[in-house]
């Protein structure tokens, strides 16, 4: 059983276009992560969330926390083909991080 | 923002043979280190949490007698694979969070081939 959902699974955009990455679980978490990986590298954390309906904002990248701190989704908008990568959302149920399935993204000029 | 780094970044081996994997938290202790295992376009699979000075706890259904790992010290955690087989081809990555940080940090990967 997957405790983390994340869709959709691939996305292949045109430059400028916007996109929107879901996370979602039938589990409450303290907190969620965003992280993005570029092949052949470890991921790099963009983002926490903690608070139910918090939204944070990174540049280009929109990230908002469900109410119910159950989902949490991940905008970018006029994406850009340096966006282009491997997308994870992850959350700690107790003491270990566990990933969602991820969501591989390609920007194309 | 912590630094955490593996050695080395790929290995091939003969299948048989041992390899050992290094994570180095570089600027902070850490009595936690966690190791992923990730396939071709996939996640990230949690592996194991290797404990310093004690025993490492590792997920259902990965083999602790094939996939050893020591955490002598609060900046070394290795992972050695065990009588590799082509199937354990995989891209291995460790993580870290910092003292009084829930946030983990991750090192840069280990591109295991066997042959």
């Known amino acids: 059983t997957q405790l983390l959902k994340q869709s959709p699974q691939f996305l292949s955009i045109q430059e400028g276009e916007n996109l929107t990455v879901y996370c979602n679980s039938s589990?409450?978490?303290?907190?969620l992560q965003w992280y993005r990986q570029e092949p052949g590298e470890g991921p790099v954390l963009l983002v926490t969330?903690?608070?139910?309906?918090e939204v944070k904002k990174l540049k280009r990248l929109t990230f908002q926390f469900g109410d119910a701190r159950k989902d949490s989704s991940l905008h970018i908008t006029a994406a850009q083909p340096g966006d282009t990568g491997l997308y994870l959302c992850?959350?700690?149920?107790?003491?270990?991080?566990?990933f969602g399935a991820g969501t591989i993204l390609r920007v194309k000029s | 923002g912590a630094v955490v780094s593996q050695h080395p970044s790929w290995v091939i081996c003969k299948s048989g043979t041992s390899v050992k994997i290094e994570c180095r938290s570089l600027?902070?202790?850490?009595?936690?280190m966690f190791w992923y295992r990730q396939f071709p376009k996939q996640s990230l699979m949690l592996m194991a949490t290797?404990?310093?000075?004690?025993?490492?706890?590792?997920e259902q259904g990965v083999e602790k007698d094939k996939f050893l790992i020591n955490h002598a010290s609060l900046t070394l955690s290795t992972l050695t694979v065990t009588s590799a087989h082509p199937e354990d081809s995989s891209f291995y990555i460790c993580?870290?969070?910092?003292?009084?940080?829930?946030?983990?940090?991750f090192g840069p990967g280990t591109r295991l081939t066997v042959l």
């Open positions: 993580s870290a969070p910092p003292p009084g940080n829930n946030e983990q940090f």
């Open positions: 589990s409450v978490f303290s907190s």
């Open positions: 969330v903690v608070t139910g309906g």
């Open positions: 992850a959350g700690d149920p107790g003491n270990k991080l566990v």
């Open positions: 600027d902070f202790q850490a009595t936690t």
């Open positions: 290797s404990n310093e000075g004690s025993k490492a706890t590792y």
